[in-house]
């Protein structure tokens, strides 16, 4: 429920708060990625790259959040996101980090 609320906090930020709010996630990303040189986690984080993708998609055609070419009506564009935050949501949970290797324990 959490990532559905936040999806529709991203949602009805609106035009064009959601564009420039992705475009300085990923610079800051890049700019993270370069200093710390993360290279482990790019697969696992395609998941999210796209959710906000599509999130801004969603904003520029979405009526609620006042986007430049609103062709989805409300509630239509609500129940889209909502359809749209639980798939990413799952996909996140499937794309995770695998698990550390553990050691088995000692027997005495």
Do not use: C, H
Request: proline share 8%; glycine share 8%; no cysteine.
């Amino acid at each position: 429920m959490a990532f559905i609320f936040a999806t529709w906090i991203v949602y009805w930020s609106g035009w064009p708060a959601t564009p420039y709010g992705v475009l300085l996630v990923f610079v800051l990303s890049i700019i993270f990625g370069v200093i710390y040189r993360v290279k482990a986690g790019l697969k696992n984080s395609i998941w999210y790259i796209v959710y906000m993708l599509v999130m801004v998609l969603m904003t520029y055609i979405g009526q609620t959040a006042g986007g430049p070419m609103p062709i989805l009506k409300f509630p239509w564009d609500m129940v889209t996101v909502t359809i749209l935050a639980i798939a990413f949501y799952v996909w996140g949970i499937y794309s995770g980090l695998p698990k550390p290797y553990e050691t088995p324990p000692i027997k005495s």
